[in-house]
């Protein structure tokens, strides 16, 4: 994938990483950047197109990529973060986060598959998380919602590869957004940094990018016995 000349959309474009990725995909010579939020008013990058998206309301989306028809590269960035436990957290958040992080991004994802496929295969990253493959006590909600989405990504990347469509899943720990602002759990990455590692990474044709330890050592914790591993977690985290 060549970002430079590419036409990009980025999810949760108002703040974040997604606002990051907007600014450096522009930097890095996108011809197009469509900057997506609930409201576009809250989109205030220069150069950047607003649009309205809305993960939870499908008729934001077809009218997205009705006028996106020129995609080549889709960013799924935005997400929620509700901090509920599995057994007895606040259901009905456990649904949102689901529907959002999964149900939403596969809602996008298909909306833009064939636009994609048109304009030659392109790319699709899918912003993950280290807890897609790992659970903590008070965000087990996110890790379920989260592996679902790696799940996903892996699927779509199986379905998309006849087309040319270059699928990256990016994992990281926390990073220093507005929704991580409660995070006691040590430092915070910083989300440029992130950004520009998931670009390089997408530029090198990977299709994972880990971003840090916490990345690194959960995925190597799935050819772990559990109690080893969640022992390893706690030990970190001491």
């Known amino acids: 994938m060549n970002i ?4 990009a959309l980025v999810t949760g474009a108002n703040r974040g990483m997604g606002r990051h990725f907007t600014e450096q995909l522009l930097e890095r010579g996108a011809a197009k950047v469509y900057a997506t939020a609930r409201d576009p008013r809250s989109i205030t990058t220069p150069g950047a197109q607003a649009l309205t998206l809305d993960l939870l309301d499908p008729e934001t989306i077809s009218a997205a990529a009705e006028v996106a028809d020129d995609l080549t590269l889709l960013i799924n960035n935005a997400g929620v973060a509700t901090y509920q436990n599995l057994i007895r957290g606040d259901l009905a958040e456990i649904h949102r986060e ?21 304009n030659g295969g392109g790319a699709i990253i899918n912003v993950l998380s280290a807890l897609s493959w790992f659970s903590w006590d008070g965000v087990t909600s996110y890790s379920a919602a989260k592996a679902a989405e790696w799940s996903l990504t892996n699927g779509t990347r199986v379905e998309l590869t006849a087309q040319g469509t270059q699928v990256l899943g990016v994992h990281l720990g926390a990073a220093d957004t507005d929704m991580m602002s ?24 990977s299709v994972e990018v880990l971003i840090d330890d916490w990345s690194r050592t959960a995925k190597a914790g799935l050819a772990q016995d559990p109690a080893a591993f969640y022992a390893q977690v706690a030990a970190m985290n001491a």
């Not at 430079?4 to 036409?7: A, K, L, N, R, T």
């Not at 689901?98 to 048109?118: I, K």
């Not at 409660?182 to 044709?205: C, E, I, K």
């Open 4 to 7: 430079e000349g590419s036409v």
């Open 98 to 118: 689901m529907d959002t992080q999964f149900f939403g991004t596969l809602a996008v994802t298909r909306a833009f598959a064939d636009v994609l496929g048109r």
């Open 182 to 205: 409660g995070y006691q759990g040590g430092p915070l990455l910083d989300p440029a940094g992130v950004v520009r590692a998931t670009l390089d990474g997408l530029d090198a044709g």
